[in-house]
């Protein structure tokens, strides 16, 4: 069975940092683009960062998400992850990663170009 799944979320103070996790089974990584989105409570899904499949070239949502955000993807294969530093409470939410069904470059903050979700991992920042 094909699926993702997210790890690495938890509860931290402002300003603290999470290394968030993607890891594909049933299915590789390798000719699809991979989507980092985030849900908060009571808003709609948002992109924040994605990966394509082949050179490896990033792409950020938002200008200011790549102050905090970092996407890249592991030594291990069909891993992603999502570094996230200077967290505050407004980056509480539910955190997802998506895969694409094929390569496109560059990739694509849409959650509807994205077929394959895992369930994602929440992120509580609070004092």
């Known amino acids: 069975q094909s699926q993702l799944v997210e790890s690495g979320g938890g509860s931290v103070q402002p300003g603290g940092s999470l290394r968030l996790s993607c890891a594909a089974s049933?299915?590789?990584?390798?000719?699809?683009?991979v989507g980092w989105f985030r849900q908060a409570p009571g808003k709609e899904r948002e992109g924040i960062a994605c990966?394509?499949?082949?050179?490896?070239?990033?792409?950020y949502s938002q200008d200011s998400m790549k102050e905090r955000f970092t996407i890249s993807k592991g030594r291990a294969k069909d891993l992603v992850y999502l570094d996230v530093s200077s967290l505050k409470p407004e980056d509480t939410g539910n955190y997802y990663c998506?895969?694409?069904?094929?390569?496109?470059?560059?990739?694509?903050?849409?959650?509807?170009?994205?077929?394959?979700w895992g369930r994602g991992t929440p992120v509580t920042v609070s004092w």
């Open positions: 990966i394509t499949s082949r050179i490896d070239n990033t792409y």
């Open positions: 049933g299915f590789t990584l390798n000719s699809r683009a």
């Open positions: 998506a895969a694409s069904n094929s390569s496109f470059d560059p990739c694509s903050h849409s959650a509807a170009d994205y077929p394959y």
